[in-house]
């Protein structure tokens, strides 16, 4: 179950939310919880979330060590922080900052190299969905990107499929949409890395993800985990997504 707060919250906000999330969720054993605050607070929720379960991940990795990269933050800066986790390749970075499916991936071994567990967004757009290209572009962009993988690196992402018509927008993909989507990257999975792979692989689903609709999402057997932005800002929300 992993949040992903986009640009919100200050360190001193971080703080705030974590002494009311931890007590909620202290005894939730049944999955792993992962928060990505934006990078100037990763080091506050990493201190906050320390002694517990809950595993702090950074929202973009730049696919270099270190240099001259304006504005970039690196997987050794990252891990400095105290976090595990990376988000690669969200639709907001495909959209409004040029993110490709080859930049995608350059920034998925990044993370790999400098220990980081990366969780790899892939979704098509509204109109890729209307026009009937929906199976096309998710396969593309495993083709492109996360195929670009090997075996060994492969074992240690995970995917989160991430509808951009559904995300922001409270249109959350009906479970059977999302299971149909997460079948198709499935079936991919299998192509490239096997069956082994395949059912070993997590696919979280994102978009309008929110308390009323988490437990009919994870009932679909294909849906092994949600990505959630707008309700996982707030502590009592994201509780009951991650208790669902
Ligand atoms: P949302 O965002 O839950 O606010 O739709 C999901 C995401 O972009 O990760």
Redesign the pocket.
């Known amino acids: 179950m992993a949040g ?1 707060w986009k640009m919100y919250k200050t360190p001193a906000e971080t703080v705030a939310f974590f002494e009311k999330f931890r007590p909620l969720t202290g005894q939730s054993d049944h999955c792993e919880i992962v928060i990505c605050p934006p990078f100037t607070s990763l080091a506050a929720a990493a201190d906050a979330a320390k002694g517990s379960a809950i595993r702090v991940g950074a929202q973009n990795i730049a696919w270099a060590k270190e240099g001259a990269f304006t504005g970039e933050i690196s997987g050794p800066m990252i891990t400095a922080t105290g976090a595990t986790h990376v988000i690669v390749g ?1 639709s907001e970075r495909r959209q409004y900052f040029g993110e490709t499916d080859e930049t995608v991936l350059k920034r998925t071994q990044a993370a790999l190299e400098f220990g980081l567990s990366p969780i790899v967004c892939v979704g098509e757009r509204l109109e890729e969905r209307e026009n009937g290209n929906t199976e096309a572009v998710l396969v593309r962009q495993f083709r492109k990107g996360i195929a670009g993988l090997t075996e060994t690196q492969f074992a240690r992402i995970a995917i989160a499929y ?1 509808p951009v018509w ?3 927008t409270g249109k959350t993909a009906t479970p059977e949409i999302a299971a149909d989507a997460h079948r198709t990257i499935r079936a991919q999975v299998r192509e490239k890395f096997g069956k082994d792979g395949a059912d070993a692989i997590r696919i979280l689903y ?4 929110k308390p009323e609709n988490t437990r009919a999402l994870m009932a679909q057997p294909e849906i092994d985990g949600v ?5 996982s800002l707030d502590p009592v929300s994201f509780a009951s997504i991650v208790n669902f």
Do not use: P, Q
């Open positions: 992903n969200h991430e559904a995300i922001g994102g978009g309008s993800v990505l959630v932005g707008g309700a």
